[in-house]
């Protein structure tokens, strides 16, 4: 599948799930490089922010990774494009960390 194509799917698939994307023009000397968009919330609900000036394979890293840490199990979708989401999907989510546990305080008392 073409890169543009696969966008173009991704996208689909933001759109089936009721998630905006949008292009916007960004200026990255304001986030020291950082990448050109991603997932984030606006007045509560999810939007992906892309880089309008970003090349067609960072959109597909950066729209894969967006769709990730969505539930994506009861939407089909292209091998190709599961793949790609799970290749980049989960790539910086951070798996939880349990709690530390207080002691007690008759453990602490002894």
Do not use: W
């Amino acid at each position: 599948m073409q890169p543009t194509k696969l966008v173009a799917a991704l996208e689909g698939v933001a759109a089936r799930l009721g998630i905006p994307v949008r292009y916007e023009v960004m200026d990255r000397g304001l986030s020291s490089g950082r990448s050109g968009g991603g997932l984030c919330r606006l007045r509560g609900q999810p939007i992906i922010l892309l880089d309008a000036s970003s090349g067609v394979h960072e959109r597909v890293a950066i729209l894969a990774q967006a769709l990730g840490s969505f539930d994506l199990d009861r939407i089909y979708l292209p091998p190709l494009v599961r793949a790609t989401i799970r290749a980049h999907g989960n790539a910086r989510i951070l798996e939880p960390r349990p709690l530390a546990r207080a002691k007690r305080r008759e453990d602490r008392e002894e």
